[in-house]
């Protein structure tokens, strides 16, 4: 089992930054994969971006040159940070942590709001 714990969602106005947490606790050997996806009101869950165990990075379209993930592990925790600049309001949407392991594992979300 995974436990991912999210943190650094807010109202922020356009063109200001945010960075994003989530720390997993529990089997974090079994992780190879850590990423963020969000969801807006009316439209499909979608990646943002990923980070595999061994760095290799994936972003969506929307969010490259913006976007940055990154990831810091221990022993016992892995957490997966996305700095956000430059927001749009087209970035308002809840997001999720996800974990690649023995099994898919989410956080509860965390929302963004991009707003003057």
């Known amino acids: 089992q995974v436990q991912l714990v999210e943190s650094g969602g807010d109202l922020v106005q356009p063109g200001g930054s945010l960075r994003l947490s989530c720390e997993a606790s529990?089997?974090?050997?079994?992780?190879?994969?850590m990423g963020w996806y969000r969801q807006a009101p009316g439209k499909e869950r979608e990646l943002v971006a990923q980070?595999?165990?061994?760095?290799?990075?994936?972003?969506a379209d929307s969010v490259k040159g913006r976007f940055t993930i990154s990831r810091d592990s221990t022993t016992t925790t892995s957490t997966v940070y996305l700095q956000m600049n430059s927001l749009k309001p087209e970035d308002t949407a809840v997001y999720y942590c996800?974990?690649?392991?023995?099994?898919?594992?989410w956080g509860q979300g965390t929302q963004v709001t991009v707003a003057s």
């Open positions: 529990g089997r974090v050997f079994t992780i190879y994969a």
């Open positions: 980070i595999t165990r061994d760095d290799s990075t994936t972003y």
């Open positions: 996800n974990t690649l392991a023995n099994d898919v594992y």
